[in-house]
């Protein structure tokens, strides 16, 4: 028994184990879990800025409140300048939903789909599109208006960001000066290349969201559709989510091109767009974004995400593939460390 527990891949389970393990505890406690996910995700984003500032000789904690006071200035900008332009948007298609006009061009619509699909009844097809419609409007609106509420309560990510960007070199010392010293460099080994995954995956995913959402907006200016940059950078955001992700994205802005049209004659050329975008996505962006950091079988990466999706929602499957890479990472280059600085026979 005592040579069993000696060996390589008990070795490797237990720290394996012990790296994964606090990750599942805290996805007990949702809002918790979120918060410290994106602390942790705006670290990653923001720490290779800090640690160049910090690199011109001004000292760490100034750094990053500078940092904090510039995305502070750019933020409060484009609240200011989008936020009531967006808000007076939604309002206005809201009020539209309870006119004569929308009524009509609904109907007309509902008698266009079941011409091509002559089981649905036209007024059934058109009363449903008017709930659906509606029902999504007031809650874009209701959104909309308690946004500062919501920003209010994600006040403590940057703050617990702060922290973590000011001590994290600490953090890693102290917890470094646990370790034996029989373990030392392999420790040093896996907090590294962990740190390198990680941080590539979060910055790589923000790079790639931002220009799949700046992809959108041109094609959405090009088709014709209004609010195109409202529903570009949401297109971006959902873009994060594997798979039904720009599924999610392009639903508002069929329903934008259904009210703006009044009829269908814009999905044909949102379902192109969608693909287009897609498929630029795949080939030119997340290729040059993720280089030597995704190394993921297509058909293991789905397992994973349906997994994450299965445990925890939508917010599973966004963080089903840093959590899979975190535990194949530490499993990896913790059994390289082993055989390789000889640590056991």
């Known amino acids: 028994m005592t040579n069993f527990f000696s060996r390589r891949p008990w070795k490797v389970f237990v720290v394996t ?45 100034a750094a990053i409140i500078g940092i904090y006071i510039v995305l502070a200035a750019i933020i409060s900008i484009g609240l200011m300048t989008v936020y009531p332009i967006v808000v007076a948007q939604v309002s206005n298609l809201s009020a539209s939903f309870d006119n004569q006009h929308l009524t009509a061009m609904l109907s007309q619509l509902g008698t266009s789909i079941s011409e091509k699909i002559p089981f ?40 617990l960001a702060f922290f973590l960007l000011l001590d994290y070199y600490k953090m890693q010392k102290a917890f470094i000066e646990y370790v034996p010293n029989k373990y030392f460099e392999m420790t040093l080994n896996v907090m590294h290349k962990l740190e390198e995954q990680i941080s590539k995956y979060i910055q790589g995913t923000f790079i790639e969201s931002s220009v799949v959402a700046v992809l959108y907006i041109i094609s959405y200016y090009i088709i014709g559709v209004q609010y195109a940059t409202a529903l570009g950078i949401f297109g971006g955001l959902m873009n994060i989510i594997p798979f039904a992700g720009p599924f999610i994205g392009a639903v508002p802005v069929v329903f934008v091109s259904i009210i703006q049209y009044g009829d269908l004659s814009k999905l044909i050329p949102i379902i192109i767009s969608t693909i287009v975008v897609q498929q630029i996505d795949q080939l030119f962006v997340q290729p040059t974004v993720f280089r030597q950091v995704m190394n993921i079988h297509p058909l293991i990466m789905f397992v994973v995400i349906l997994i994450g999706g299965q445990l925890l929602g939508v917010m599973g499957m966004v963080l089903s593939i840093p959590i899979y890479t975190i535990i194949l990472v530490s499993a990896r280059e913790t059994n390289w460390g082993l055989k390789n600085y000889r640590i056991t026979q």
């Open 120 to 159: 649905l009844k036209p007024e059934k097809v058109a009363a449903k599109l008017n709930a659906v419609l509606v029902d999504m409007t007031a809650q874009a609106e209701r959104l909309l208006t308690s946004a500062i509420s919501i920003v209010a309560s994600l006040v403590i990510v940057p703050f």
């Open 17 to 61: 184990f012990s790296i994964s393990a606090p990750i599942f505890i805290l996805s007990l406690f949702d809002q918790v879990f979120y918060l410290l996910v994106m602390a942790f995700a705006l670290t990653m984003i923001l720490k290779p800025l800090v640690d160049y500032v910090e690199h011109l000789q001004i000292p760490r904690g």
